[in-house]
């Protein structure tokens, strides 16, 4: 019998007392070896070199050369994946955003107060077996292309509503697919799986490059046209129809797929509320969640669109979904904003469509 290969980890981080505390985290996953670690980005240049890891978890603010930077220039000259481990302050939360803007793949919270020793022996290994699989490409510059074409205020059913969840390597996905997007459309909401502070970090870099308002939605927010809203860390988020809108609510209910928040608790209740006037997309992640909600919504005559297989980082969401046989169009990440736009077109109200059953959040 052949033992599998454990996946190499090089953990890099200026704190020895954060060294320990990433090496005993991982440590405890019999899939995983520290192959070694490193106090500053010369140091973990050298140890690449010289070990070979398969993952490199990475602190952001380091002496000498700052994690980002280095960052930078390890994906232009020697792309492989990387967890960042950043601190839960508003210039952290910052920084990580800006890692997974230049090829990191998932990011964590540094342990303190608030992302406590435990919760990152519970997430870290998984994130790190997760980042071993992803599809690691060099760093490609530029911004974001613009709207595909406008839109009007006035096209759409008020019932219309367009869904989003993402996980592993969908903070550029979503920035790729909602900075094409024009304005006017009807409500957005959005899950991505991130950790607490950092996810209004990444609403407001959304913010900065779409034509639309995007923020970071608060409990009751209104999901109205030319607004997207991003499930914040810790909370699931779910969408009802109320008085004649749509309105969000936040719930610190059970963690789902290993995650709060989870895609599926935002999709079967968008099932549930939104049924034939939605368009759900799923897009790059590991494991499964998002796949059961979209069956749901997929059974209400919602439209259904999934990223393919070879512009995913990780095709664990996706495929999940495919083969359930739920998905509608199965599409490249650069064909997601035409899709989802002809899918909105196709659901104007040229006819009207029975509501589902249980629409409000009472």
């Not at 209400?300 to 999934?306: I, Q, R």
Request: charged share 20%.
């Amino acid at each position: 019998m052949i033992t599998p290969r454990k996946i190499r980890v090089l953990v890099v981080d200026d704190s020895a007392m954060v060294r320990r505390a990433i090496s005993d985290a991982l440590a405890q996953d019999s899939d995983l070896e520290v192959v070694g670690t490193a106090c500053d980005s010369y140091v973990a240049r050298d140890k690449i070199l010289e070990l070979n890891p398969d993952v490199l978890t990475l602190d952001i603010e380091m002496p000498r050369m700052d994690g980002l930077t280095f960052l930078r220039v390890l994906q232009q000259h020697r792309p492989m994946p990387v967890v960042v481990v950043s601190s839960l302050t508003q210039t952290g939360s910052q920084k990580a955003v800006e890692a997974l803007a230049a090829g990191a793949v998932e990011v964590v919270g540094k342990p303190n107060s608030a992302w406590t020793i435990g919760e990152l022996r519970t997430q870290l290994p998984r994130l790190v077996k997760g980042a071993a699989r992803a599809r690691v490409k060099a760093a490609r510059a530029g911004a974001p292309a613009g709207p595909v074409r406008s839109a009007s205020t006035n096209h759409y059913d008020p019932r219309q509503l367009l869904v989003l969840g993402a996980s592993t390597g969908g903070t550029e996905a979503l920035t790729s697919v909602l900075s094409q997007l024009p304005d006017g459309l009807p409500g957005i909401c959005v899950v991505q799986h991130m950790p607490p502070v950092f996810s209004r970090a990444f609403a407001n870099r959304l913010n900065e490059c779409c034509t639309f308002e995007v923020r970071e939605a608060a409990d009751g927010d209104e999901a109205r046209p030319g607004l997207a809203l991003v499930a914040p860390g810790d909370y699931h988020m779910s969408v009802g129809w109320e008085g004649g809108r749509y309105r969000v609510r936040l719930a610190q209910g059970p963690p789902l797929h290993h995650t709060r928040p989870a895609v599926d608790v935002l999709f079967n209740s968008a099932a549930s509320c939104a049924g034939y006037h939605a368009v759900a997309v799923l897009l790059t992640g590991m494991g499964s969640d998002g796949a059961q909600g979209m069956r749901k919504l997929k059974d209400t005559g919602a439209t259904t669109l999934a990223q393919d297989e070879e512009t995913s980082v990780v095709y664990g969401m996706p495929r999940a979904a495919v083969e359930m046989g739920v998905v509608d169009h199965v599409l490249p990440l650069d064909q997601m904003p035409q899709a989802i736009l002809d899918a909105l077109e196709s659901r104007m109200p040229k006819a009207r469509h029975p509501l589902p059953a249980g629409c409000d959040h009472k």
